[in-house]
């Protein structure tokens, strides 16, 4: 089992471990389970080997292609991009949550925003009003796109 560690914003961090635990082990179907397996690279020698970071994956092993043991390295713009598909997995799973708390259970999106928040124990890591702004120009979008 090869890992790797890097930085990504700290909610996204927290959300990933509470979700799939620590250090954060993905199925081959997951998307960001290819994101890591695409933008490995080998350790460059001028960086250190000591690992920093939020965030600690367990590098995808495929039968065919790169092999952990070698290409066991994420760099930054590598990072920027694994945190950009893990925002968009965060933003689905929210906005399923609360469609779904709405339309079948009747409970008010506000509710099931602090719901959320208190699951993935994100209270002192993300603003609530940030969420929900996001989530309100979101069905904005679907709506205009509709019409």
Same mark, same amino acid.
């Given at each position: 089992m090869v890992t790797t560690t890097f930085t990504i914003k700290p909610y996204l961090a927290k959300f990933m471990y509470v979700k799939?635990?620590?250090?954060?082990?993905? #199925?081959?179907?997951? &998307?960001?389970?290819?994101?890591?397996?695409?933008? !490995?690279?080998?350790?460059?020698?001028?960086? !250190?080997?000591?690992? #920093?970071?939020?965030?600690?994956?367990?590098?995808?092993?495929?039968?065919?292609?790169? *092999? &952990?043991?070698?290409?066991n390295y994420i760099g930054k713009d590598s990072a920027f991009i694994i945190e950009k598909a893990i925002e968009v997995e965060i933003k689905m799973e929210f906005y399923e949550v609360l469609l779904e708390n709405?339309?079948?259970?009747?409970?008010?999106?506000?509710? *099931?925003?602090?719901?959320?928040?208190?699951?993935?124990?994100?209270?002192?890591?993300?603003e609530e009003e940030s969420l929900m702004r996001a989530f309100q120009r979101w069905r904005k979008m679907i709506k205009d796109k509709k019409s």
């Open positions: 799939y635990g620590c250090p954060v082990h993905l #199925t081959h179907i997951h &998307p960001v389970y290819h994101c890591l397996q695409q933008l !490995s690279v080998p350790h460059p020698q001028n960086v !250190s080997w000591k690992e #920093t970071g939020n965030v600690r994956f367990i590098l995808p092993s495929p039968r065919y292609g790169k *092999s &952990p043991e070698k290409y709405k339309c079948r259970n009747g409970i008010r999106f506000k509710k *099931s925003m602090e719901m959320f928040v208190e699951h993935y124990q994100l209270e002192e890591l993300i």
